[in-house]
């Protein structure tokens, strides 16, 4: 798995990766891979796009609500709490269990995802990762490890040769593919509401 980048040494920012990242910030990231960038760069690029004051959002998700109610939105805490969020530097952030939380997210993951077509598949992966965390461990290390989850899913290495390619001799075929599969998808919830519900035919989801 990609570890984070040494980048530069005043931004904090090397390799970020954010807790279940929104399909808004994936369908930057893979834009950013098609273009050539390695797994660490595009979401180093990612995070030195974000607004300082917005940084802290790097350490929650949001994920939809059970039979249609209103989305969740998970707090991932980490030490030291809000005063520590607001420093912008989640490399150097450790994952805190308070409130439980391994335990909530899992929770209202499955409330929302459940009865998805993919979720007995992908569920273990993803509850190995977050049941698994202990107090004090980096917060780089299981949002990379997350990532590892899905990027595995999407089948992402594999197929960005053949969509790199697609890209560059047959754009519009791209691009229909993309808005075919795009359909319904919320840009604002994490990517795994599209893993879930497609699987790895998910990735064609980013490209929207």
């Excluded at 997210?105 to 979720?119: D, M, R, V």
């Excluded at 594999?158 to 969509?163: V, W």
Aim: aromatic share 6%; glycine share 10%.
């Amino acid at each position: 798995m990609p570890r984070p980048m040494a980048g530069n040494a005043t931004d904090g920012l090397s390799g970020a990766v954010p807790y279940l990242a929104s399909l808004a910030l994936y369908r930057r990231w893979i834009r950013l891979r098609l273009e050539g960038l390695a797994d660490d760069e595009a979401w180093h690029s990612i995070a030195c796009e974000m607004p300082r004051a917005g940084r802290r959002e790097m350490a929650r998700t949001v994920v939809a609500g059970a039979r249609g109610q209103e989305a969740v939105r998970l707090p991932l805490p980490v030490e030291g709490g809000a005063s520590v969020l607001k420093r912008g530097r989640p490399e150097e952030w450790r994952v805190s269990l308070h409130g439980r939380w391994p335990a909530v997210h899992l929770g209202a993951i499955e409330a929302a995802y459940g009865a998805t077509p993919f979720y007995q598949h992908v569920i273990p992966l993803l509850r190995e990762e977050i049941a698994g965390v202990a107090a004090g461990d980096p917060f780089a290390g299981l949002t990379w490890r997350l990532h590892g989850v899905i990027a595995g899913v999407l089948d992402v290495e594999r197929l960005l040769p053949a969509l790199r390619r697609i890209q560059s001799e047959s754009p519009d075929r791209l691009a229909t593919l993309a808005r075919e599969k795009s359909c319904g998808a919320h840009a604002d919830i994490s990517v795994i509401d599209v893993i879930f519900k497609k699987g790895p035919e998910a990735i064609f989801t980013l490209l929207g």
